[in-house]
C-alpha cells in the first residue's frame, strides 16, 4: 500500500520510539501537523519559539539519553532552531531537527519562506539531509537517529520539502549501511596497558572527567577506576554528575571558575588521566602552562578531539565505558598495587589545598548573596532534582555550589553559553521525568531569551520552577566589566529589580510568581515552590555586586587564581596579567 | 609544510561544500582542489593541497575523516606517489618571439591548443616545478593569461615511503 511521506515520517518516528515531538507549525508542514491532530503514538508539545522546541529536545535528550525530536516549518521556523542546534551540537546532544522545506520544484527560486538550511546549519550539524525523494525518507529518517545517536552524537537536521511529504510511495524500513561512517567503540588494547603501567607508576594523579563520561553511560566505571587507584577527579562542566560530587576524592569542577584544589592539583600532577574531554580553553587556560609536568592519557571516542589542544601521551579511541571496562579489567588484574600506600603524600598535599582554599562565599543578613540560594536548593532537594541553568553567573554558581551526584542531573550550555537554553531544556527535562522535581537556575537577563515558553509549561502542566538570581545585571558581562574595563558598566544593567516584575509575569502566564528580598526569606519562598504542583517563577532579588570566585583570567595560566578577598590587590595583578 | 590529500567521497551533492566548509571554518587553507569521478559512479575522488605543521595536517585529516560523507582519506605525502597538474596558457608574443614560444611548447612537450592572429595557447602537463618553469619562461613573452587545473595524485603501487 503506498502511503504519504507525511505518514512515512510519522511511521518512523513510531519506529524510532519517539514519544514526543516539540514543534511550531507553519504552511509547509501542515499536512503533517494534520496526522498529528489524531495520531495516538506521538505527541507533539507546542512551544512558543522555535528556539524553545529545539531546547526542549535537548533537554529532554541530556535528561534521558534517548534523541531529542523538534519539528518546524520553512524559513523562520527553520532559521530559528540554529542557536538551539548549534547549542546541541558543540554539546554532543543526540537531537533530530525536521524542517519544512517549500516544494522541490520552487527550491533555489527565492520562494516564500524559503531558506536555505541545509547550507545554514551544515557547519552546527553532525549531518543534515534535504529529502528529495520521498523513497529515500523513512531510511533518511533511520539513519539520522543512527547517527545523532551512535559515536560521538549530535545533532542532525532532516530538510523535508513540501512535495515530498505529500508524494506517495511504499513504506519500507531499510537496514542502515554506512560505508563511510564507523566510529570506533574498542580502544586500543595496547594502548590502554600502556595507560595501565602509567597509572601504576606515577603517583601524583588527576582524573580529569567530561560529557563524554556522560555521554557514554560510563559513570559506573568512572567510579570503580577512581576508588580502587585512589585518584581524585576533577570534572569538566558538561562533567559534573559524571562522578558524584560529595564523593571524598571529588575535586568539583576545574577551569576558569574552578575550584583552586582543582587547578591546582591538575597543575601540579604528573599524571593527567582525561576522560571524554575535548580541552575547552575555559578549561585549560593558558594552553601551554596547562599541567606543565603531567603525561597526559586521553580517552575520547571522537579522535579530532585528540592533540586538538593539548599534546598527549598515550591517545586511546573509543567509547568511554568501554575503554574504562578494560582498564579496570588490568588495573585490577595485571596492576595490583598498594594504591593507598603510593598515592599516600599526593593525597595529603590535594587535601591540604582543599582546606586552604575551600570555596566559599560570604554569607549576609541584610541581602541575599546567589551562592546562598544555590546551597540552599541543593540541600532541600538533597541533590534528587534536575538542574538546568541559564548562561552567566547563574550558571557558574550552580556548578559551584550544588554538587551533583548523578549523571543527566545537570543541563547546561556549555560549549556554546547558550543564554535562554535553562529554561525550554527543563521543560523538556519535565516531559520526560513527570514526577522530578526539575529546576532551571536562571538569571534575569536569560531568563527573558526565552520567557515566552511559560505559556508552554503552563499549557502542559509542567512544573518546572525557575529560581531567578535577579541581579539587575548581565552579571558576568557586568564582572568583566568591573574587573578589566574600569567599572564602566555599558549596556550591561537590566534594571530587572523593576523591569518585567517576573512574579506578575509569572501571573499573566497562569505560573505562579514568587519574590525573596530577605535572605530569611529564601528557604520559605523555596520550600513552597516545591510544594506547588505548578510551573513556578522566584524571583530573588540577589546582591547585584556579587562576583564569581576564584576566577582565572582568560588566558592566564588555570592557577593564577583571583580570590573574592584579595578583589584589590588582584585588579593590579590581573593588569599585568592582561 | 606542503601535503597532497586524497580523498574518497561519496558522489553526493553538497559534499564538497561540506568540505571547504570544514576548511574555511577551521582556518585550513586550501591551495589546490580538484575532483573528478572514480570507477564507481557513485564515489568521486578530491585531491586537496594545503599546508600545516604536523599537528594541523593531523587535524585535518582527522577532521576529514570524520565527515560523514568521507569513505577514504590519504596523506599521499606519506607514500611514493606521482603528481600531476594541467595547465592552459594564452601567450600573445611579439612577432620575432613567436619562433621562441614554440620552442619552449615543445621542449616542455606542450601542445598547441589554439592559436589566433597574435596568440597560442598552449596545454602542458607536469608535476608542479615543471608547470611553474613554463609560466616563468613564458611571462616575458607575454601571457594574457592562464588556467591550471590543481594538483591531483595517485600512489605508486606496492611502495610506502
Ligand atoms: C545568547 C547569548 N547572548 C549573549 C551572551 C553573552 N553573555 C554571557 S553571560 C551574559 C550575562 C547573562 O546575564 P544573566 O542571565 O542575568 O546572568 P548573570 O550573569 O547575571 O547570572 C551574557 C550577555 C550569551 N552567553 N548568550
Ligand atoms: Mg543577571
Same mark, same amino acid.
Given at each position: 500500500?503506498?502511503?504519504?511521506?507525511?505518514?512515512?515520517?510519522?511511521?518512523?518516528?513510531k519506529?524510532?520510539?519517539?514519544?514526543y515531538?516539540?514543534?511550531?507549525p507553519?504552511?509547509?508542514?501542515?499536512?503533517i501537523?494534520?496526522?498529528?491532530y489524531?495520531? $495516538?503514538?506521538?505527541?507533539l508539545?507546542?512551544?512558543?519559539?522555535?528556539?524553545g522546541?529545539? =531546547?526542549?529536545?535537548?533537554?529532554?535528550?541530556?535528561?534521558?539519553?534517548?534523541?531529542?525530536?523538534?519539528?518546524?516549518?520553512s524559513?523562520?521556523?527553520a532559521?530559528?532552531?540554529?542557536?538551539g542546534?548549534?547549542?546541541?551540537?558543540?554539546?554532543?546532544?543526540?537531537?533530530?531537527?525536521?524542517?519544512?522545506?517549500?516544494?522541490?520544484?520552487?527550491i533555489g527560486?527565492?520562494?516564500?519562506?524559503?531558506?536555505?538550511? !541545509?547550507?545554514?546549519?551544515?557547519?552546527?550539524?553532525?549531518?543534515?539531509?534535504?529529502v528529495?525523494?520521498?523513497?529515500?525518507?523513512?531510511?533518511?529518517?533511520?539513519?539520522?537517529?543512527?547517527?545523532?545517536?551512535s559515536?560521538?552524537?549530535?545533532?542532525?537536521?532532516?530538510?523535508?520539502?513540501?512535495?515530498?511529504?505529500?508524494? $506517495?510511495?511504499?513504506?519500507t524500513?531499510?537496514?542502515?549501511?554506512?560505508?563511510?561512517?564507523?566510529?570506533?567503540?574498542?580502544?586500543?588494547?595496547?594502548?590502554?596497558?600502556?595507560?595501565? =603501567?602509567?597509572i601504576?607508576?606515577?603517583?601524583?594523579?588527576?582524573?580529569m572527567?567530561?560529557?563524554?563520561?556522560?555521554?557514554?553511560?560510563?559513570?559506573?566505571?568512572l567510579?570503580?577506576?577512581?576508588?580502587?587507584?585512589?585518584i581524585?577527579v576533577?570534572?569538566t562542566?558538561?562533567g559534573?554528575?559524571?562522578?558524584?560530587g560529595?564523593?571524598?576524592?571529588?575535586?568539583?569542577?576545574?577551569?576558569?571558575?574552578g575550584?583552586?584544589?582543582?587547578?591546582?592539583?591538575v597543575?601540579?600532577?604528573?599524571l593527567?588521566?582525561?576522560?571524554g574531554?575535548?580541552?575547552?580553553?575555559?578549561?585549560?587556560?593558558?594552553?601551554?602552562?596547562?599541567?606543565?609536568?603531567?603525561?597526559?592519557?586521553?580517552?575520547?571516542?571522537?579522535?579530532t578531539?585528540?592533540?586538538?589542544?593539548?599534546r598527549?601521551?598515550i591517545?586511546?579511541?573509543?567509547?568511554?565505558?568501554?575503554?574504562?571496562?578494560?582498564l579496570?579489567?588490568?588495573?585490577e588484574?595485571?596492576?595490583?598495587?598498594?594504591?593507598g600506600?603510593?598515592?599516600k603524600?599526593?593525597?595529603?598535599?590535594?587535601?591540604?589545598?582543599?582546606?586552604e582554599r575551600?570555596?566559599?562565599?560570604?554569607?549576609?543578613?541584610?541581602?541575599?548573596?546567589?551562592?546562598?540560594?544555590?546551597?540552599?536548593?541543593?540541600?532541600?532537594?538533597?541533590?534528587?532534582?534536575i538542574?538546568?541553568?541559564?548562561v552567566?553567573?547563574?550558571?557558574m554558581?550552580?556548578?559551584q555550589?550544588y554538587?551533583?551526584d548523578?549523571?543527566?542531573?545537570?543541563?547546561?550550555?556549555?560549549?556554546?553559553?547558550?543564554?535562554?537554553?535553562?529554561f525550554?531544556a527543563?521543560i523538556?527535562?519535565?516531559?520526560?521525568?513527570p514526577?522530578?522535581?526539575?529546576?532551571?537556575?536562571?538569571?534575569?537577563?536569560?531568563i527573558?531569551?526565552?520567557?515566552?515558553?511559560l505559556?508552554?509549561? !503552563?499549557?502542559?502542566k509542567?512544573?518546572?520552577?525557575?529560581a531567578i538570581?535577579n541581579n539587575?545585571y548581565?552579571g558576568?558581562?557586568?564582572?568583566?566589566?568591573?574587573l578589566?574595563?574600569?567599572?564602566?558598566y555599558?549596556?550591561?544593567?537590566l534594571?530587572?529589580?523593576?523591569?518585567?516584575?517576573?512574579?506578575k509575569?509569572?501571573?499573566?502566564?497562569?505560573?505562579?510568581?514568587?519574590?525573596?528580598?530577605?535572605p530569611?526569606?529564601?528557604?520559605?519562598?523555596?520550600?513552597?515552590?516545591?510544594?506547588?504542583?505548578?510551573?513556578?517563577?522566584?524571583?530573588?532579588?540577589v546582591?547585584?555586586?556579587?562576583?564569581?570566585y576564584?576566577?582565572?583570567?582568560?588566558?592566564?595560566?588555570?592557577? =593564577?587564581?583571583?580570590?573574592?578577598?584579595a578583589?584589590?590587590?588582584?585588579?593590579?595583578?590581573?593588569?599585568?596579567?592582561? | 609544510?606542503?601535503h597532497?590529500?586524497?580523498l574518497?567521497?561519496?558522489n553526493k551533492f553538497?559534499?564538497?561544500?561540506?568540505?571547504?566548509?570544514?576548511?574555511s571554518g577551521?582556518g585550513?587553507?586550501?591551495e589546490?582542489?580538484?575532483v573528478?569521478?572514480?570507477i564507481?559512479?557513485q564515489?568521486?575522488?578530491?585531491?586537496i593541497?594545503t599546508?600545516g605543521?604536523d599537528?594541523?595536517?593531523?587535524?585535518?585529516?582527522k577532521?576529514?575523516?570524520k565527515?560523514?560523507?568521507?569513505?577514504?582519506v590519504?596523506?599521499?605525502?606519506?607514500?611514493? =606517489?606521482v603528481e600531476?597538474?594541467?595547465?592552459?596558457?594564452?601567450?600573445?608574443?611579439?612577432?620575432e618571439?613567436?619562433a621562441e614560444?614554440?620552442r619552449?611548447?615543445?621542449i616542455?612537450r606542450?601542445?598547441?591548443?589554439?592559436?589566433?592572429?597574435?596568440t597560442?595557447?598552449i596545454?602542458?602537463?607536469?608535476?608542479?616545478?615543471?608547470?611553474e618553469?613554463?609560466?616563468?619562461?613564458?611571462?616575458?613573452?607575454?601571457?594574457?593569461?592562464?588556467?591550471?587545473?590543481g594538483k591531483i595524485a595517485?600512489?605508486?603501487e606496492?611502495?610506502?615511503?
Amino acid at each position: 500500500m503506498k502511503i504519504t511521506g507525511a505518514e512515512i515520517f510519522l511511521e518512523s518516528l513510531k519506529r524510532e520510539g519517539v514519544k514526543y515531538i516539540f514543534g511550531y507549525p507553519g504552511g509547509v508542514v501542515l499536512a503533517i501537523f494534520d496526522l498529528l491532530y489524531d495520531n $495516538k503514538d506521538i505527541q507533539l508539545i507546542l512551544t512558543r519559539h522555535e528556539q524553545g522546541a529545539v =531546547h526542549a529536545s535537548d533537554g529532554y535528550a541530556r535528561s534521558t539519553g534517548k534523541a531529542g525530536v523538534a519539528l518546524v516549518t520553512s524559513g523562520p521556523g527553520a532559521t530559528n532552531t540554529v542557536t538551539g542546534i548549534a547549542t546541541a551540537f558543540m554539546d554532543s546532544i543526540p537531537i533530530v531537527v525536521f524542517s519544512g522545506q517549500v516544494p522541490t520544484p520552487l527550491i533555489g527560486n527565492d520562494a516564500f519562506q524559503e531558506a536555505d538550511i !541545509v547550507g545554514i546549519s551544515r557547519p552546527c550539524t553532525k549531518y543534515n539531509y534535504l529529502v528529495k525523494d520521498v523513497k529515500e525518507l523513512s531510511r533518511i529518517v533511520r539513519e539520522a537517529f543512527y547517527i545523532a545517536m551512535s559515536g560521538r552524537p549530535g545533532p542532525v537536521l532532516i530538510d523535508l520539502p513540501r512535495d515530498v511529504t505529500a508524494s $506517495k510511495t511504499e513504506f519500507t524500513w531499510p537496514e542502515i549501511d554506512i560505508r563511510s561512517y564507523n566510529p570506533t567503540y574498542e580502544g586500543n588494547r595496547w594502548m590502554i596497558v600502556k595507560a595501565a =603501567h602509567l597509572i601504576a607508576k606515577l603517583k601524583k594523579a588527576v582524573i580529569m572527567a567530561g560529557g563524554g563520561v556522560i555521554l557514554s553511560g560510563g559513570s559506573k566505571e568512572l567510579r570503580e577506576l577512581a576508588e580502587h587507584t585512589e585518584i581524585p577527579v576533577t570534572m569538566t562542566l558538561m562533567g559534573l554528575g559524571s562522578f558524584p560530587g560529595t564523593h571524598n576524592l571529588s575535586l568539583g569542577m576545574l577551569g576558569m571558575h574552578g575550584t583552586y584544589y582543582a587547578n591546582r592539583a591538575v597543575q601540579e600532577s604528573d599524571l593527567l588521566i582525561a576522560i571524554g574531554v575535548r580541552f575547552d580553553d575555559r578549561v585549560t587556560g593558558k594552553i601551554d602552562a596547562f599541567a606543565p609536568n603531567a603525561k597526559i592519557i586521553h580517552i575520547d571516542i571522537d579522535p579530532t578531539s585528540i592533540k586538538k589542544n593539548v599534546r598527549v601521551d598515550i591517545p586511546i579511541v573509543g567509547d568511554v565505558k568501554r575503554v574504562l571496562t578494560v582498564l579496570n579489567k588490568i588495573l585490577e588484574e595485571d596492576v595490583k598495587e598498594q594504591w593507598g600506600e603510593v598515592r599516600k603524600a599526593w593525597s595529603r598535599q590535594v587535601d591540604e589545598w582543599r582546606k586552604e582554599r575551600p570555596l566559599t562565599y560570604t554569607f549576609s543578613n541584610e541581602v541575599i548573596k546567589p551562592q546562598f540560594v544555590v546551597e540552599k536548593i541543593y540541600e532541600l532537594t538533597k541533590g534528587d532534582a534536575i538542574i538546568t541553568t541559564e548562561v552567566g553567573q547563574n550558571q557558574m554558581w550552580t556548578a559551584q555550589f550544588y554538587k551533583f551526584d548523578k549523571p543527566r542531573t545537570l543541563l547546561t550550555s556549555g560549549g556554546l553559553g547558550t543564554m535562554g537554553y535553562g529554561f525550554p531544556a527543563a521543560i523538556g527535562a519535565q516531559l520526560a521525568h513527570p514526577n522530578k522535581l526539575v529546576i532551571d537556575i536562571a538569571g534575569d537577563g536569560s531568563i527573558q531569551m526565552n520567557i515566552q515558553e511559560l505559556a508552554t509549561a !503552563v499549557v502542559n502542566k509542567l512544573p518546572v520552577k525557575v529560581a531567578i538570581l535577579n541581579n539587575h545585571y548581565l552579571g558576568m558581562v557586568r564582572q568583566w566589566q568591573e574587573l578589566f574595563f574600569n567599572e564602566r558598566y555599558s549596556y550591561s544593567h537590566l534594571h530587572s529589580d523593576v523591569v518585567p516584575d517576573f512574579a506578575k509575569v509569572a501571573e499573566a502566564y497562569g505560573a505562579v510568581g514568587l519574590r525573596a528580598i530577605k535572605p530569611s526569606e529564601v528557604e520559605p519562598v523555596l520550600k513552597e515552590a516545591f510544594k506547588i504542583k505548578k510551573t513556578v517563577f522566584m524571583d530573588f532579588i540577589v546582591d547585584w555586586k556579587e562576583k564569581v570566585y576564584p576566577m582565572v583570567p582568560a588566558g592566564a595560566p588555570i592557577d =593564577h587564581m583571583l580570590f573574592e578577598e584579595a578583589e584589590k590587590k588582584a585588579e593590579k595583578k590581573l593588569k599585568a596579567v592582561k | 609544510m606542503r601535503h597532497t590529500i586524497s580523498l574518497l567521497v561519496e558522489n553526493k551533492f553538497g559534499v564538497l561544500s561540506r568540505i571547504a566548509g570544514l576548511f574555511s571554518g577551521r582556518g585550513y587553507n586550501i591551495e589546490s582542489l580538484s575532483v573528478g569521478e572514480t570507477i564507481d559512479p557513485q564515489i568521486s575522488i578530491m585531491t586537496i593541497v594545503t599546508s600545516g605543521d604536523d599537528q594541523i595536517i593531523e587535524q585535518i585529516t582527522k577532521q576529514l575523516n570524520k565527515l560523514i560523507d568521507v569513505i577514504k582519506v590519504v596523506d599521499m605525502t606519506e607514500f611514493d =606517489h606521482v603528481e600531476r597538474e594541467m595547465v592552459l596558457i594564452k601567450v600573445a608574443p611579439k612577432q620575432e618571439e613567436k619562433a621562441e614560444v614554440l620552442r619552449l611548447a615543445e621542449i616542455f612537450r606542450g601542445r598547441i591548443v589554439d592559436s589566433s592572429q597574435n596568440t597560442y595557447t598552449i596545454e602542458v602537463t607536469g608535476d608542479e616545478k615543471k608547470i611553474e618553469a613554463i609560466i616563468e619562461l613564458l611571462k616575458p613573452m607575454g601571457i594574457k593569461e592562464f588556467v591550471r587545473t590543481g594538483k591531483i595524485a595517485i600512489a605508486r603501487e606496492g611502495v610506502k615511503k
